[in-house]
């Protein structure tokens, strides 16, 4: 008898909780803006297991460049590429050649002056893809999802090009949307586009990226590597009604595609809520994001790509942080214009710096191994005039955990013999990537 009663106790106890779920459920769905809700679909189906993490010239990143190219078919506007998408070859962090491809839409400005200028906004298309791990003697797959990296962006990405679509007579400059194909593999959609790709670079006034916009909950942010003109607009904006607004700030929240724009003197300008704590793991899935704020968010940069339409062109200027950095002793050159590059125990390479100390040395974090985090890490360093190691920091980031052991390995190097220029010893910079990759199991 009292284990019948405590089986009732039990269903009835499941059936409550099952109607609370239906209940959250349901009035997260009837609080939900119609927009977020498309923002949601969007994000459902680029990080879906079936897209496999979009890895860069896998399947699932050519469907999901499939879905992007509908969808700005769909909503009107006019495809960029004669077949809707532009294929480009890359090498692969294992060096082997993909095939990658851009996706990307166009809507004409009306102005006669202006519309063969273009504001261009983007979004990362590839993520970490799949890995194989050995659990218990059991084989798992481990899906990269990239939810909030970067199928946010893309979903945002789209909804903007809807809303500018519907609202291109007022828009003067010409504005290109698009998808960037293996972006983590050093931005090469991006530098394709700019370099081998569009004929009309030096028409391109300015470009708005969106990355990980799925963390709203954490903040919203701006980052213009300090330009002026750009930082101008969200100050001005700031003084009208918004249903959010951006913290600008000075210090690089992560690298991304804006990056190849600023090495071609383009203003760009990096949207971010930043970085969830499930991103670049598995757990990185559509559950996470927060569509209500990527609503305000969208409204806001749509207001911003307004602004860039309609107002005076921004001037490109360098940022204090990202200048060539000059300091009391002289100016401090890139490896690769020395006369003498620095040497890490008798060789120039350095590759060399990497195999035979970093690589040595290295400990892969306990908490990052039992999270799934891989991938690789840009750290930019600088060899001083004696051979001493110094500045050492990360350009493009992964994760906290992998970026602090990469920070940490590379500043413990032991003295290199420092380069020359006309024959003088000189300050040189360099930046490798540091890979943390989980072995695959049988």
Request: hydrophobic residues 40%; proline residues 5%; negative net charge.
């Amino acid at each position: 008898m009292a284990k019948r009663c405590f089986l009732l106790v039990s269903t009835l106890l499941a059936c409550v909780l099952a109607h609370a779920q239906f209940v959250d459920s349901a009035l997260a769905s009837l609080e939900e803006s119609p927009v977020a809700t498309a923002m949601r679909a969007h994000v459902e189906y680029l990080s879906s297991a079936a897209m496999e993490g979009r890895k860069a010239g896998s399947e699932g990143e050519r469907e999901a460049a499939a879905y992007v190219a509908s969808k700005l078919a769909e909503y009107g506007l006019n495809p960029l590429y004669e077949k809707g998408e532009d294929l480009f070859g890359a090498v692969s962090e294992e060096g082997d050649t993909l095939i990658s491809r851009n996706v990307a839409g166009i809507i004409p400005g009306y102005d006669r002056e202006l519309r063969d200028r273009y504001i261009v906004i983007g979004a990362r298309l590839d993520n970490l893809g799949v890995n194989s791990l050995t659990v218990d003697g059991e084989v798992r797959e481990q899906i990269y999802y990239g939810a909030n990296g970067n199928a946010s962006g893309l979903a945002l990405l789209l909804e903007l090009a809807k809303r500018l679509q519907t609202n291109s007579v007022i828009l003067r400059r010409s504005v290109i949307l698009i998808a960037f194909g293996s972006s983590l593999d050093s931005n090469t959609g991006s530098w394709y586009f700019l370099n081998r790709s569009f004929n009309s670079t030096p028409n391109i006034d300015a470009m708005v990226n969106l990355d990980a916009l799925g963390a709203g909950y954490a903040g919203f942010f701006a980052y213009s590597s300090s330009n002026q003109d750009l930082n101008n607009i969200v100050q001005k904006l700031d003084r009208t009604l918004q249903p959010v607004s951006p913290e600008i700030v000075s210090r690089e929240p992560f690298p991304s595609d804006h990056r190849a724009f600023y090495d071609r003197e383009i203003p760009s300008i990096l949207f971010t809520s930043g970085l969830s704590p499930e991103f670049n793991t598995p757990r990185d899935t559509p559950s996470t994001v927060d569509y209500q704020s990527m609503d305000r968010e969208l409204e806001y940069i749509f207001n911003y790509t307004l602004a860039l339409c309609n107002g005076p062109k921004p001037v490109f200027n360098q940022s204090r942080e990202l200048r060539r950095k000059q300091d009391a002793a002289g100016k401090v050159y890139p490896y690769s214009e020395c006369d003498t590059p620095p040497m890490f125990l008798g060789s120039p390479e350095p590759t060399s710096f990497l195999l035979k100390w970093v690589y040595t040395y290295l400990r892969y974090p306990e908490q990052a191994v039992r999270d799934g985090i891989q991938g690789r890490v840009l750290v930019d360093f600088i060899i001083d005039e004696k051979g001493k190691m110094t500045d050492v920091k990360v350009l493009r980031g992964v994760d906290p955990l992998l970026d602090d052991e990469a920070v940490r390995v590379v500043s413990a190097s032991p003295d290199w013999k420092p380069g020359k220029v006309r024959g003088q010893k000189v300050k040189s910079e360099i930046s490798l990537y540091v890979e943390f990759k989980l072995k695959k199991r049988k």
